[in-house]
């Protein structure tokens, strides 16, 4: 019998965790906080590449996977794309087609740190500053890094409130 209840309270319990996440998750705060902060992130991280499109081609080909000619062509549009997008999350316009943008963005970015850490390439990532102190980020570190900043974007994606 107090097995039961035990496990009856269990289950109560782990759905109203459930609950409260999925309102947490659904809640205009969070929205607003999620398009801030993926906004913020990419406005302040496309700043040194915006400023600096050659240092910036410099990071783009060491990590040695586009040809030579998209180099620098990726290196000027690329932190645009990164400012405006953020810019239009700050200012709330375009929020989904912005958060779809940037998420990709991030797909990409973990795609090619994955690919050159079984490639045994040791590179810059390049994400925030053009300039290398010697503290290279551990390739998980990146990944996981980017997953965390996945995570507004997917909300902004999944859970448009208007």
């Not at 406005?43 to 915006?50: D, E, G, L, M, Q």
């Not at 929020?95 to 963005?105: E, F, K, V």
């Not at 050159?116 to 994400?127: E, K, P, Q, S």
């Not at 925030?128 to 974007?153: A, E, H, K, Q, Y």
């Amino acid at each position: 019998m107090d097995r039961k209840r035990f496990s009856d309270r269990k289950i109560e319990f782990s759905e109203i965790i459930k609950r409260k996440s999925e309102k947490l998750l659904r809640s205009k705060i969070t929205y607003i906080l999620a398009r801030l902060l993926l906004g913020g992130i990419f406005v302040f991280a496309s700043i040194p590449k915006v400023l600096s499109p050659l240092g910036f081609s410099q990071i783009i080909y060491n990590y040695k996977i586009l040809p030579d000619f998209l180099i620098y062509i990726t290196a000027s549009i690329l932190p645009w794309i990164e400012f405006f997008c953020g810019i239009f999350l700050l200012i709330g316009v375009f929020i989904r087609s912005s958060a779809i943008i940037l998420s990709s963005l991030l797909y990409i970015f973990i795609l090619i740190i994955l690919i050159n850490m079984l490639r045994d390439i040791n590179f810059d990532c390049g994400c925030f500053s053009l300039t290398s102190n010697g503290n290279n980020l551990n390739g998980f570190v990146l990944i996981i890094r980017d997953l965390f900043i996945l995570f507004p974007g997917l909300i902004l994606i999944f859970h448009n409130h208007k």
